[in-house]
T-cell receptor, first 112, second 109 residues
Framework: DSGVTQTPKHLITATGQRVTLRCSPRSGDLSVYWYQQSLDQGLQFLIQYYNGEERAKGNILERFSAQQFPDLHSELNLSSLELGDSALYFC???????????FGEGSRLTVL | GIQVEQSPPDLILQEGANSTLRCNFSDSVNNLQWFHQNPWGQLINLFYIPSGTKQNGRLSATTVATERYSLLYISSSQTTDSGVYFCAVPPNTGNQFYFGTGTSLTVIP
């Protein structure tokens, strides 16, 4: 158990819908990262937050947004979902930016 | 950004065999991690190894930061070692980790 908690573990929804994925970092970790992994693909960096502020942005679509709350948990919002958004979404946390990363178990999103 | 290349892309081993996985990166880094993604999709930390050598049971890793590569050694492989092995590095400036494309390992009994 890495200490990073992600919910839900599995989610099935329809095209055009909106979903929210939640991540609680390890106790004491200030930095949260979101990654997307499509089937048989590598990990694509989406976005990073540090202590509530956005620190880095990767290949995150405009339909996606994220935030980190004062209690340091983070949410990734995916809207106007398309079939191609089906993927495993990982959250990771670290004590500091570029510190050792710890991953949650991921949220598997299926868009039908 | 940093280019991270892993080799080989695929590897099939007989149980009990040894293997070496390689990770090359294109720029200097202060941090490097190895992860194992098991067949259920979980990403498990193996090593946090900016430089030097570390060992954990049958696995060990060596990073030579000055030459921009890291090696992951798996000895006496077991079927539970199957999965994809990723290395990841952050740049010295910037805040995202760059992942390699992984080595897919299959250990057959």
């Amino acid at each position: 158990d890495s200490g990073v908690t992600q919910t839900p573990k599995h989610l099935i929804t329809a095209t055009g819908q909106r979903v929210t994925l939640r991540c609680s970092p390890r106790s004491g970790d200030l930095s949260v990262y979101w990654y997307q992994q499509s089937l048989d693909q590598g990990l694509q960096f989406l976005i990073q937050y540090y202590n509530g502020e956005e620190r880095a942005k990767g290949n995150i679509l405009e339909r996606f947004s994220a935030q980190q709350f004062p209690d340091l948990h983070s949410e990734l919002n995916l809207s106007s979902l398309e079939l191609g958004d089906s993927a495993l979404y990982f959250c990771a946390s670290s004590v500091e930016s570029n510190g050792e990363l710890f991953f949650g178990e991921g949220s598997r999103l299926t868009v039908l | 950004g940093i280019q991270v290349e892993q080799s080989p892309p695929d590897l099939i081993l007989q149980e009990g065999a040894n293997s070496t996985l390689r990770c090359n990166f294109s720029d200097s880094v202060n941090n490097l991690q190895w992860f194992h993604q098991n067949p259920w999709g979980q990403l498990i930390n193996l090593f946090y190894i900016p430089s030097g050598t570390k060992q954990n049971g049958r696995l060990s890793a060596t990073t030579v930061a000055t030459e921009r590569y890291s090696l992951l050694y798996i000895s006496s492989s077991q079927t539970t070692d199957s999965g994809v092995y990723f290395c990841a590095v952050p740049p010295n400036t910037g805040n995202q980790f760059y992942f390699g494309t992984g080595t897919s390992l299959t250990v057959i009994p």
